[in-house]
């Protein structure tokens, strides 16, 4: 079956704009998290969503956001993007709203901000 | 500070030579994976140890989680040049739904 798919895979922005990264998790699975990758903080959980809601978040600015929609495709958005916005943003999908089992990773989208 | 604390950052070996990486933290998690991932890539989930004093097994891999559910460690046996990558552990904590990452462990496997 097919994996978790990101898009776009890479991006470049200017600082001030704003940025929505998708992602269609795996079919079947209605949990979708987010994280970002930075070579100096590592992996870092954004938020995580399960049909439709926002259930954990972590500790970012209000710039970040994020939905689900009905078919548990996932968008994020950042605002105001900032050049320490630069890393590859992750989403990871699972079909099981608990627990700690199951994720699936896709490839990630590589945010360039100039 | 991190929460799950992984040494060494980096390993440099010869092929054939056997590695192993520690994941050590002073929480107690209810789940601990371990992702091995590719430049430019997701990571991919290698293995789930749950319950204190597991030891899993895939292949040349060998995966303990500690008695406490504290600590972890990743054993390769006769490490290959295809098992270069950053190997990263991962909590869960309970009730949790959320990984909380180490900070990886960057392995080269020189031929």
């Known amino acids: 079956k097919a994996g978790v798919t990101q898009t776009p895979r890479y991006l470049i922005k200017t600082r001030g704009q704003q940025v929505t990264l998708s992602c269609s998790p795996i079919?079947?699975?209605?949990?979708v998290s987010w994280y970002q990758q930075t070579p100096g903080q590592g992996l870092q959980f954004l938020f995580e969503?399960?049909?439709?809601?926002?259930?954990n978040k972590g500790n970012f600015p209000g710039r970040f956001s994020g939905r689900q929609f009905s078919n548990s495709r996932s968008e994020m958005n950042v605002s105001t993007l900032e050049l320490g916005d630069s890393a590859l943003y992750l989403c990871?999908?699972?079909?099981?709203?608990?627990?700690?089992?199951?994720?699936?990773f896709g490839s990630g989208t590589r945010l360039t901000v100039v | 500070t991190q929460l799950l604390e992984q040494s060494p950052q980096f390993l440099s070996i010869q092929e054939g030579e056997n590695l192993t990486v520690y994941c050590n933290s002073s929480?107690?998690?209810?789940?601990l994976q371990w992702y091995r991932q590719e430049p430019g890539e997701g990571p991919v989930l290698l293995v789930t140890?749950?319950?204190?004093?597991e030891v899993k097994k895939l292949k040349r891999l060998t995966f303990q989680f500690g008695d406490a559910r504290k600590d972890s460690s990743l054993h390769i046996t006769a490490a290959q040049p295809g098992d270069t990558g950053l190997y990263l552990c991962?909590?869960?904590?309970?009730?949790?739904?959320?990984?909380?990452f180490g900070g990886g462990t960057r392995v080269l496997v020189k031929p």
């Open positions: 990871a999908s699972r079909f099981s709203g608990t627990g700690g089992y199951g994720y699936t």
């Open positions: 079919s079947g699975h209605r949990s």
């Open positions: 969503y399960f049909s439709e809601t926002q259930r």
């Open positions: 929480s107690v998690f209810s789940s």
């Open positions: 140890v749950v319950t204190g004093g």
């Open positions: 991962a909590g869960v904590k309970a009730a949790g739904n959320k990984l909380t």
